[in-house]
């Protein structure tokens, strides 16, 4: 037994100042109280397990205090929503309880008088919107699309530089510029065509940039796949790259359009307001909303007036509102389905 106890070894040797011996009498069944490991810090085991503790309770803390700022931030951003839609809710809504307010127009009305309609307002917003986006969402998406699949070289960092510049355009600069293009240079009158391209200078630049952040979420591997199977390139963003970012494509489009629906500067040096029905962008004063707010707030000591301007900003908002779930509904039965 002993030379079976001699030929250990050397690492099976127990280590200095541990005992090798069985339980003691009269102590713990592992080994005395004295031969016990000691845990970290020179404390107890209660001890070392309250300071393991300790993190996690400042990760707690940090949580808390950070979903608290959180919050109060997102409360704090909501309130002057709330407060301007509550506003213009409530002091517009009973306008736009009249059948007239959605099938007449402002012709002889004064502005003491009560009453009149909107739809003329409503028709013009409407046809000038669709001709902006008609002009600025193919040139946008197009645009985005030669960026990320083909732009290579200075042209397109010099059409990428243009794109940031238009960014920052304010809406006034916009419409002066193509006040000095249209009535300057080729004196044109000033009609809501004018207007129109004003606002597609404003437009571009949000379907450019929306879309272009679309299309590099689409993850590579579905182009090398489609390329893989010999599809041509142009067919590969058509048919893959496009229908994937969809969705995306179709809220830059709607950021687009919420953007250039309430402009008023370019309206009210391009395209003067009419209180008649007019449907013809290219001749004579165009009716839109913007203009016609801008119309009663001159007057807005009197009642009436201002009945008709909060209706009219409401109606405004609604529309909005309308063609955002109208943009939804598209984006998701054009989407891919998974």
Same mark, same amino acid.
């Given at each position: ?36 490991? =000691?845990?970290?810090?020179?404390? =107890? %085991? ?58 007449? @127009?402002?012709?002889?009305? @004064? ?50 530089? =243009? ?80 229908? =994937? ?38 001749? %004579? ?54």
């Amino acid at each position: 037994m002993t030379a079976a106890i001699d030929r250990r070894m050397p690492d099976d040797r127990a280590p200095e100042g541990r005992s090798t011996r069985g339980p003691v009498a009269g102590g713990n069944q592992h080994g005395s109280t004295a031969d016990a490991p =000691t845990p970290p810090g020179g404390g =107890t %085991g209660r001890d070392a397990l309250s300071e393991m503790n300790h993190p996690h309770r400042a990760r707690a803390l940090k949580n808390a205090v950070a979903r608290v700022v959180m919050w109060a931030a997102f409360a704090l951003a909501m309130m002057p929503l709330v407060w301007i839609l509550g506003t213009v809710l409530v002091k517009g809504f009973s306008m736009l309880t009249t059948m007239t307010w959605w099938t007449g @127009n402002q012709r002889n009305i @004064n502005s003491d008088d009560f009453g009149g309609g909107a739809r003329h307002a409503i028709e013009g917003t409407l046809t000038m919107v669709g001709f902006t986006a008609l002009i600025a969402v193919p040139i946008g998406i197009l645009t985005a699309v030669y960026l990320v699949e083909y732009g290579r070289g200075p042209l397109a960092r010099a059409i990428s530089f =243009t794109v940031d510049i238009l960014s920052g355009v304010p809406s006034i600069v916009a419409a002066l510029f193509i006040y000095a293009v249209w009535v300057t240079t080729f004196g044109l009158a000033r009609s809501g065509v004018a207007a129109s391209l004003a606002l597609v200078l404003l437009m571009i630049p949000v379907v450019v940039r929306s879309t272009e952040e679309m299309l590099k979420l689409v993850p590579n591997e579905l182009r090398e796949a489609a390329y893989a199977l010999g599809v041509p390139k142009w067919v590969t963003v058509v048919k893959v790259v496009l229908r =994937t970012a969809f969705s995306g494509i179709v809220t830059g489009v709607l950021l687009g359009i919420a953007r250039v629906m309430g402009e008023t500067a370019p309206l009210l040096i391009l395209a003067p307001y009419t209180k008649n029905f007019q449907r013809d962008l290219f001749n %004579g004063n165009f009716p839109t909303l913007p203009m016609m707010i801008n119309q009663d707030r001159g007057d807005f000591a009197l009642a009436t007036a201002a009945e008709r301007m909060w209706g009219a900003a409401l109606t405004l908002i609604i529309l909005v509102l309308l063609l955002n779930v109208l943009g939804r509904v598209i984006a998701h039965f054009g989407s891919v389905k998974k």
